[in-house]
C-alpha cells in the first residue's frame, strides 16, 4: 500500500537557519505529494503541493521538487523565522482513490532567536 | 467564508461513554474526510463521503465507529462505547467536485478526544 516516511522531529533551528526535512513515499503509479503545516492552536493548511514528477511546489519562501527517482518530496526554506514554527506533515494522494491522503508522522520545526 | 467548522475541540468522557463529534465543511464542497492522528503518530483516514453518501470508509477501525452526513452538508462521527485507544485527534476535511479540485483539502482544527 501507499505510505509516507518523514524524518524524526522536533527540528530546533535558530532563525534565519536552512531547513530541510526529509520525506519519502512508496506508492504505484503518480501521485500528488503535499506539504501540510499545522501552527500551534489551528488546523492542518495546505502548504504547497506538485502533481507530477520534477514539479516543484512553492509557498512562503517554502520549496519541495517531487523526485520520481528517489520516491522523495523534502521541504526547504532557505531562512526560516520563528514564525515559521509548526508540525509540517508530508502526505500523498492518488487520483481515482477519492483522493484520501496518506500522511507521514508529521515533523515539529521549532525555531528561536 | 467560512471554513471548515470542528465542535467540541476538546472531549473528554471515560472508557465505554458515547461521544458525537461533529464537522461543518466548507458551504458547497461535496467531499468530506474523516481523518484521526493518534498521539505521535501519522494521521490516518478513516473515510470519504461524497455528498450523503459513503464512498469509501476503509480506514474505519470497528463498527463501534459510525458516520453519517445526512443531506450531504455537515457530518456527524459517533463512537459507542468509548475505548481508551481511541482517544487522539479527530480532523475534517472538505473539498469541491471535480477532479482537480479534489486534489486539495480543506481541513479543520481538528476535535482532540480524550478516553480516561
Known amino acids: 500500500g501507499n505510505s509516507v516516511t518523514q524524518m524524526e522531529g522536533p527540528v530546533t533551528l535558530s532563525e534565519e537557519a536552512f531547513l530541510t526535512i526529509n520525506c519519502t513515499y512508496t506508492?504505484?503509479?503518480?501521485?500528488?505529494l503535499f506539504w501540510y503545516v499545522q501552527y500551534p492552536g489551528e488546523g492542518l493548511q495546505l502548504l504547497l503541493k506538485?502533481?507530477?514528477?520534477?514539479d516543484k511546489g512553492s509557498n512562503k519562501g517554502f520549496e519541495a521538487t517531487y523526485r520520481k527517482e528517489t520516491t522523495s518530496f523534502h521541504l526547504e526554506k532557505g531562512s526560516v523565522q520563528v514564525s515559521d514554527s509548526a508540525v509540517y506533515f508530508c502526505?500523498?494522494?492518488?487520483?481515482?482513490?477519492?483522493?484520501?491522503?496518506?500522511f507521514g508522522t508529521g515533523t515539529q520545526l521549532k525555531v528561536e532567536l | 467564508e467560512a471554513g471548515v467548522t470542528q465542535f467540541p475541540s476538546h472531549s473528554v468522557i471515560e472508557k465505554g461513554q458515547t461521544v458525537t463529534l461533529r464537522c461543518d465543511p466548507i458551504?458547497?464542497?461535496?467531499?468530506l474526510y474523516w481523518y484521526r492522528r493518534v498521539m505521535g503518530k501519522e494521521i490516518k483516514f478513516l473515510l470519504h463521503?461524497?455528498?450523503?453518501?459513503?464512498?469509501?470508509e476503509s480506514g474505519m477501525p470497528n463498527n463501534r465507529f459510525l458516520a453519517e452526513r445526512t443531506g450531504g452538508t455537515y457530518s456527524t462521527l459517533k463512537v459507542q462505547p468509548a475505548e481508551l485507544e481511541d482517544s487522539g485527534v479527530y480532523f475534517c476535511?472538505?473539498?469541491?467536485?471535480?477532479?482537480?479540485?479534489?486534489?486539495?483539502?480543506?481541513f479543520g482544527a481538528g476535535t482532540r478526544l480524550s478516553v480516561l
Open positions: 476535511a472538505s473539498s469541491q467536485a471535480g477532479a482537480r479540485a479534489k486534489n486539495i483539502q480543506y
Open positions: 506508492a504505484t503509479g503518480y501521485p500528488s
Open positions: 506538485a502533481t507530477k514528477a520534477d
Open positions: 502526505a500523498l494522494s492518488k487520483t481515482g482513490g477519492g483522493n484520501k491522503l496518506t
Open positions: 458551504s458547497g464542497h461535496d467531499n
Open positions: 463521503f461524497v455528498k450523503e453518501s459513503k464512498q469509501d
